[in-house]
C-alpha cells in the first residue's frame, strides 16, 4: 500500500520558519518525481517547488529565494524548508510522487502564517 504522509505544518508568524516531512512507504522513491503543491483557503492548489528523480529543482516565483525543495532517498523523505513566511503562504501543503503514469498525493499538512 503507497503512503505519503505529511508533517511539519503549524501556526507561525511572519517571517518565521517551517521545515514539512513528507515520508513516504510502497514506493521506490528515488525513481519518483517529487512536488509539494498547496492549497490556500478558497483558491485553487497551486504547485510550489518540484524535484525530480535526478535532483532538478523548479519553484513558484512566489517562493524562489524563500523555499528549498530536498529529498533523502535513503530515508525516502521529501522536504521543504520554508524561511520568511508570509500571510499568503497560508494553506494545506500537500506531498506528490509522479513517476510516468503512476501519481499519488498525500492528505496534506496545514500552514497557517499569521500574527
Known amino acids: 500500500q503507497v503512503q505519503l504522509v505529511e508533517s511539519g505544518g503549524g501556526v507561525v508568524q511572519p517571517g518565521g520558519s517551517l521545515r514539512l516531512s513528507c515520508a513516504t512507504s510502497?514506493?521506490?522513491?528515488?525513481?519518483?518525481?517529487m512536488t509539494w503543491y498547496r492549497q490556500p483557503p478558497g483558491k485553487a492548489r497551486e504547485l510550489v517547488a518540484r524535484m525530480t528523480r535526478r535532483d532538478y529543482r523548479t519553484y513558484a516565483d512566489s517562493v524562489k529565494g524563500r523555499f528549498t525543495i530536498s529529498r533523502d532517498n535513503d530515508k525516502e523523505v521529501l522536504y521543504l524548508q520554508m524561511n520568511n513566511l508570509k500571510a499568503e503562504d497560508t494553506g494545506v501543503y500537500y506531498c506528490?510522487?509522479?513517476?510516468?503514469?503512476?501519481?499519488?498525493w498525500g492528505k496534506g499538512t496545514q500552514v497557517t502564517v499569521s500574527s
Open positions: 506528490y510522487g509522479n513517476r510516468f503514469e503512476q501519481e499519488y
Open positions: 510502497g514506493i521506490v522513491f528515488a525513481l519518483y518525481d
